[in-house]
């Protein structure tokens, strides 16, 4: 302990403090934090919660019956896959006009969510939520899942997943952070400016052999830092920010011995 | 004999007693290298940093050889299909590929120090182009292409452009998606061209784009021609700078007739193995610790995908600017049932064909309209040649704006902007941007003449405000000691051509007074706006100035030893 009380004064003390207090919090959190829920199975009782949270929340552009309105879309029919992706990756209900829904911190909770899908999906008959074992990323095939994602995926996604610009100011999102469920539902639904991949054209196993190459891409590049996996771009610009940065000021250090 | 007259007349040399000494003495009595060692040794080079930028490319082109040998020792230039068994990457396992492709990903997964050795190898090509641009910033902006260099320069350009095509070639040797998509729109540029379009771009494939033997016929040109011709012309291009000694800065005491500076050893020898360690290290470091052109990420080529976010390499990333830029609609004409593709013809062919004619005509256009043919050694301050320097500029922007083009989708999705928008505002820039480039650039370089001006006859501001007994103040300003004056005053403005009148005495039309007409309306372009540097009257006229007019007697001395400086006004 004297050696400890004998450095409490060091300049560096605040620092080491600082740190052992966020892994301390970081660590309660991650204990405590809460738990995921189990999907429950649907009852009348959901049906009529969502329905309330509907109109409370949706029905202002949806429509009072989810009927859809002028310039919005009609949500019967959709599915509960639609409604889980949107509400659970904080899409809908959306926070401004703009060329397309932003992904935000999800407005409802793990039971909301279920409740409102159970009541779109109680309008009409649409794609149903994934079970967990239809987006197992261990079970699927990487090497199959990369030869699809290139013929379907990745003129807008980028090769890994990286995302893409589109028209407008419309883009497609990244997917490094996008849960294994929400690229599943995306591929089923085609959310905003995706196109459908229903099962006919990509199967279901196919599907997880999507999401098993993408989650694979998450491990990040052999060859170190993947500078973003963005491809020539970035790789010319991190050539001149450090390599030729550094290059220039070794130049200048070593000629700044002169006149 | 004369050997035995010699040893009369001059004590016979200390035998060299260290083992190094020996082995020198040893050579040297069998060659006489001694002589060439003592003339190159004892050559003076003048010292400054940017005198270095060359040395980069140099270095990361011996770099380049280095790793490129290494990499031949397991990469397979074939087209032949396979089924890759490799367990890494997990994505490519058991896909159908070409032996090149496969090859590269069992050279980055198998071979130890594979992976390594490929980053190395693309991170100095990358660099290898980078500092040539530099390089080539640097001899533009000061003046160093001015004779007796303008064949230099040429070679210069010539090594920019094979080392285009050296990235080029090597860059579409592991047969990825990326790199086809890039022989792909080659194919298409080759096409545009009319007429023999098809021909060559047949000729290039073997047949139809993709064919067989585009990779193999690449190999060769990327480990044996091109490299070539490159390590001929740096010799070259090396030969001539030492024989026609550097350029230095302007400086006291530095004429077109010196080179002030030290000598290559032991001064040069030093910094310039301190410089090839600092390059190599570097390299290496981003080579170990970032990824580069991860050719699995695209997978084995395939004709039909292109994923978001296909660009080229950095230096071409230009000429995919370019072609993004250009409109598609009504540009596209059919002659005669011949297709004239002028949206592929234009950004792919003239736009960068101006931009590299602009820069081998240059030198020989300057001289011309400067009306100059002597030999220059001491270089130029930009600020010095406004038009020059403005050009130069205007030049970069373009270039700029173009690459900008080509990665017009990651600048919208990375600052959520239209990427409609942009191409708009870039197709306008393209125009506007040099010529408000030029604009400004002169303007500046005058402006910091007009100081240099202001400092030679006034001197430095001391910030000392005196005031006088009659009630004035003045503030005491320092003069330029003589090396700072040197620098300032030491340039030529020249001014624009002048040119023999339209008729001679008798009133008959002289013969070639068009083209000189034309010649000084390009020279009043670069010389029209001028800032004549200070004379040495102009000088002691604001001197006699400062000290008579306004200064007299005990006043002046008070001053004086007050600010322990003379005063200028």
Redesign the interface.
Known sequence: MKALAARRHHRLAPVVLLLLALLTTGGVYAALAPSTAKAETVSTADIETGKKLFQANCATCHGANAQGTEGVPSLVGVGAAAVDFQVSTGRMPMQMNGPQAEAKPPQFDKEQTAALSAYVASLGAGPAIPTDEQVDPTQGDPSNGMALFRTNCAMCHNAVGAGGALSEGKFAPALWETSERNIYQAMLTGPQSMPVFNDANITPDEKRDIVSFLVEQREGSAGGNALGALGPVSEGLWAFAIGLGLLIGAAVWIGAKSS | MSTATQDTKHEAPAKPTTTVGKAADYLDQRTSIGVAVKEFARKVFP???????G??ALFSFVVLIISGFFLTMFFEPSMALERYEGE????????LMSVAFASTLDM??EVRGG?LMR?IH??SA??FM??IV?HMMRVFFTGAFRKPREINWIVGILLMILGLAAGFTGYSLPDD??SGNGLRITDGVVKSIPLVGSFMSYMIFGGEFPGHHIVPRLFTLHIFVVPGILLALIALHLFLMVLQKHTQYP?GGRTDKNV?GYPAAPVYVA?MT??FF??FG??VL?G???????VW???PF?P????????????M?FLEGSLRLMPGQGTEWVIFGYTLPLNVLIPAVVIPGILFTFLIVYPFLEARVTGDDREHHVLDRPRNKPARTGLGVAFLTAFIILALA?????I??HF??????ITWVFRVLFFVGPVFAYYVTKRICLGLQRKDRELVLHGHESGRIVRFANGEYIEVHTPLDEQERWLRVNYDAPAPLTIAPKTDARGVKRKGYGADKRWQGLSRFFYEDRVSPVTPAEVAAAHSHGEHDELTGSEHQAVEAGAGTSREH
């Open positions: 010292d400054h940093w940017s005198f270095m930028l040395e980069i890494h990457p997990a994505s490519m396992h058991g896909q980055s997964f992976l980053q693309h991170w990358l660099i980078a500092s530099v998606v990326l400086g002030v910094k301190g410089n600092m390059v570097v390299l981003m170990a610790t970032m990824s580069i052109n991860n990420n695209y997978g395939d039909s995908p292109v994923s978001a976010g296909a660009q080229p390499d950095w230096y990333l080509g990665s017009n989708d990651l919208a999705t959520a902007l239209s990427i409609n928008a």
